[in-house]
């Protein structure tokens, strides 16, 4: 069982959707991320968080720690944020860097 | 300038061969990585480095090794390529306190013939 689960693997939404993109994780954790691929591969960090809530224009993200769970939201969606978005987490003890991943959600953004 | 750069981007290989990947950056980050990226199993850490000489191994180090002689420098090699250790490899950089997390070169694409 992966310590980190996306739901849900594929996401397929029409312009200008609300989208939610949920995170739980068995482990402990000190912070979650939230990263970005594109088609062309590179990868970008969107939001570390170990509590509450950020912003950052379109994309909010929210953790509940309690609960193990976080969720990534795009308000008004757009063709380009068309893109693989991964959670991984940073697991209590664990050594930095080592990341556990999830095996992402791959959203399509048709216009 | 971006502050992580990977090379080379790709690189096809035949099993057996010697290969060594580079990560270079220029944000005089504490902290280097490097993953590798297979369908199925997503983003997995081959090795990491907490400074200068200072390495240890993450979750499929096995048939890699890694060398960091200078902050900016952190080298993976695969010492015998192997058909199984196709697969893109990713270096990223991080520091503590930093508000942003992780930071991702662009990848390189290696091919294990």
């Known amino acids: 069982k992966n310590e980190v689960e996306q739901s849900p693997q594929n996401l397929t939404a029409q312009e200008g959707e609300f989208i939610t993109i949920n995170c739980s994780y068995s482990?402990?954790?000190?912070?979650l991320h939230w990263l970005q691929q594109h088609p062309g591969g590179g990868i970008v960090s969107l939001f570390m968080?170990?509590?509450g809530k950020k912003k950052h224009g379109r994309l909010i993200a929210t953790i509940n720690i309690q609960e193990k769970h976080s969720s990534l939201h795009i308000t008004a969606s757009h063709p380009r944020d068309s893109a693989v978005y991964i959670c991984?987490?940073?697991?209590?003890?664990?050594?930095?860097?080592?990341?556990?991943f999830g095996k992402g959600t791959k959203l399509s953004v048709k216009p | 300038d971006a502050g992580i750069t990977q090379s080379p981007r790709h690189k096809v290989t035949e099993t057996g061969t010697p290969v060594t990947l580079r990560c270079h950056q220029t944000e005089n980050h504490r902290y280097m990585y490097w993953y590798r990226q297979d369908p199925g199993h997503g983003l997995r850490l081959i090795h990491y480095s907490y400074g200068v000489k200072d390495t240890d191994k993450g979750e499929v180090s096995d048939g890699y090794s890694v060398s960091r002689s200078k902050t900016e420098d952190f080298l993976l090699t695969l010492e015998s390529a192997t058909s199984s250790q196709t697969s893109v490899y990713f270096c990223?950089?991080?520091?503590?306190?930093?508000?942003?997390?992780?930071?991702f070169g662009s990848g390189t694409r290696l091919t294990v013939v």
């Open positions: 990223a950089i991080s520091e503590l306190g930093q508000d942003y997390g992780y930071t």
């Open positions: 482990v402990g954790i000190s912070a």
């Open positions: 991984a987490g940073n697991p209590h003890g664990g050594s930095q860097g080592n990341l556990i």
């Open positions: 968080l170990s509590s």
